[in-house]
């Protein structure tokens, strides 16, 4: 694994410095380049914003340039809007789209065909895990949401709340399987 992308998309302050306090902890542990971006919104494509590792903040130009290994999304704008259903569709879409710009590439170009499979393998055929981060578990809608995602998308992941230490163990979860399969 040449590098780590996690995006997070979450409004609320005190979440997202938390989310963002227990990423830095697990990137330190990694052997890799660990890339975080975070937005404060849900629309699509995204805005996002690069996170250094001094906690600065920088907007990042291309954002769908490296599409997630791994998404944190909590599931409602300011507790009350459910928005994470339509971010994690339209991401799923965009892989697809992705993928299959990949795979005609390789089809095309049959004298590097070795060089764009490696890169067909870095792009995760298989797509991002998406970890839902929310404590609005009462809501119908985001209740069979997550049912239903549970059931058809072996890379989705749900935690009850909104603790940091189980944020941090989901994501290294993510991280393991995603070098099983690298």
Not at 54 to 68: F, H, I, R, V
Not at 142 to 147: A, P, Q, T
């Amino acid at each position: 694994m040449k590098k780590l992308i996690i995006w997070m998309i979450d409004d609320e302050p005190i979440y997202h410095k938390q989310a963002r306090e227990g990423l830095a902890n697990v990137a330190k542990q990694l052997p890799v380049t660990c890339v975080i971006k975070s937005s404060c919104d849900w629309q699509w494509p995204p805005e996002l914003n690069i996170i250094g590792q001094d906690g600065t903040e920088k907007k990042d130009e291309q954002p769908l340039a490296q599409l997630p290994d791994i998404l944190i999304l909590d599931l409602f704008e300011s507790a009350m809007t459910f928005r994470g259903k339509i971010f994690y569709e339209e991401l799923r879409k965009h892989e697809t789209k992705e993928n299959r710009r990949l795979h005609q590439e390789r089809e095309k170009n049959h004298s590097g065909t070795f060089v764009i499979e490696a890169e067909a393998r870095e792009a995760q055929p298989s797509g991002a895990f998406v970890i839902i981060w929310s404590n609005y578990w009462s809501h119908s809608d985001s209740i069979n949401f997550v049912k239903q995602a549970r059931m058809q998308d072996n890379r989705f992941v749900a935690i009850e709340t909104k603790a940091p230490s189980l944020l941090e163990e989901a994501v290294k979860g993510c991280i393991s399987r995603i070098e099983e399969e690298r």
